[in-house]
């Protein structure tokens, strides 16, 4: 399947604490992707808007904007940048982890969204999406992992949202056939890892990281690059 690049973010904030993950982009860096994308005639737009225009042949001009782990950051810095600029985005949150933060990694301790808080995002227009219920590695893991995590953490956000969760995104971009199977296998109609290197299908979709140091000069390769990685398959 030939899609439109995907851009992945993670927090979204002006802290000057330690990001020993690379996690963090500024929010005067986003406002500058953003019109950059503008510049160049591209709408970012969630997952689920971007798969349904490329089905149509309709995703010329659009662009895939993610932000994975639902920090409570995204609410306080990055809506209000996509809101000026007229973008949406899909906001991958650890549903058994709202109203908590990130316990699964070693870096600073981040707040998560909580069950509010995601109602609030789908209530803005932005699509809200799974990241798992407790954010492990799915590559290797045993069925009733998968089932727990994948299909459990779909059911906790349709109870939310009272609507279907159409997207889902493997922490640390990890997966594998048995993965992408039981994504599929769980209803949702996406799959997103990591990585600009292949064009993968509907349930492997890869994505570009965004780094902190991303300049709107590498926003631009990145697109160049991708779409010239479309044309070589
Ligand atoms: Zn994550």
Not at 22 to 43: M, N, Y
Not at 53 to 60: K, L, P, T, V, Y
Not at 202 to 219: E, K, N, Q, V
Request: aromatic content about 6%; some cysteine; overall charge negative.
């Amino acid at each position: 399947m030939s899609t439109p690049p995907v851009f992945m973010y993670h927090s979204i904030s002006p802290s000057t604490q330690p990001d020993p993950h690379r996690l963090r982009v500024s929010p005067a860096r986003l406002d500058r992707h953003l019109r950059l994308l503008r510049r160049l005639g591209l709408r970012g737009v969630p997952l689920s808007e971007l798969l349904r225009a490329a089905d149509r042949g309709e995703a010329r001009g659009l662009v895939g904007l993610t932000f994975d782990d639902g920090y409570t950051d995204y609410l306080e810095h990055a809506l209000p940048v996509l809101q000026r600029h007229g973008m949406t985005s899909t906001l991958y949150v650890v549903a058994g982890r709202l109203g908590g933060s990130n316990q699964w990694d070693d870096g600073p301790r981040l707040d998560l969204i909580d069950a509010d808080q995601v109602r609030a995002v789908a209530a803005a227009g932005h699509e809200v999406g799974s990241h798992t219920m407790t954010h492990p590695r799915l590559a290797g893991a045993d069925p009733d992992v998968l089932a727990a995590e994948i299909g459990g953490s779909r059911q906790v956000l349709t109870d939310v949202l009272q609507a279907e969760v159409a997207s889902f995104c493997y922490p640390y971009g990890e997966f594998d056939a048995a993965a992408a199977d039981a994504v599929q296998a769980a209803g949702y109609d996406s799959g997103c890892v990591i990585g600009d290197y292949s064009p993968g299908d509907r349930f492997t979709l890869p994505r570009c990281y965004i780094s902190p140091r991303d300049t709107a000069g590498h926003l631009v390769a990145r697109i160049v690059r991708h779409t010239a990685r479309l044309r070589l398959h």
